[in-house]
Nanobody, 121 residues
Framework: QVQLVESGGGLVQTGGSLRLSCAAS????????MGWYRQAPGKQRELVAR???????DYADSVKGRFTISRDNAKSTVYLQMNSLKPEDTAVYYC???????????????WGQGTQVTVSS
């Protein structure tokens, strides 16, 4: 079992920045991917960014150039630096830990509780 503890959400004005962190504990699988998904009211949960234990990254088109994902494998922690935030980035952000199966992004998911990010206009 994997436990995820998130931190760093909050309220920020348009154009501002926030940094999310998520630490994993418990059974750590390799290879794995850690990342962030978000869900706005009335919308489906969507990928924001993810990074494998080997450093491969994947971003949603809507955040490319504004968000940067990174991780510290020694601490089993993933970070999401969010810059130039927009009101449409407002959502609950969920940390995801995926035990990867094979050489693709497919795998078994574990989820954090979620942290609210609100961007005011």
């Amino acid at each position: 079992q994997v436990q995820l503890v998130e931190s760093g959400g909050g309220l920020v004005q348009t154009g501002g920045s926030l940094r999310l962190s998520c630490a994993a504990s418990g059974i750590i699988f390799s290879p794995n991917a850690m990342g962030w998904y978000r869900q706005a009211p009335g919308k489906q949960r969507e990928l924001v960014a993810r990074i494998t234990s080997g450093g491969r990254t994947d971003y949603a088109d809507s955040v490319k150039g504004r968000f940067t994902i990174s991780r510290d494998n020694a601490k089993s922690t993933v970070y999401l630096q969010m810059n130039s935030l927009k009101p449409e980035d407002t959502a609950v952000y969920y940390c995801n830990y995926r035990r990867l199966l094979g050489g693709t992004w497919n795998g078994i998911d574990y989820w954090g509780q979620g942290t609210q990010v609100t961007v005011s206009s």
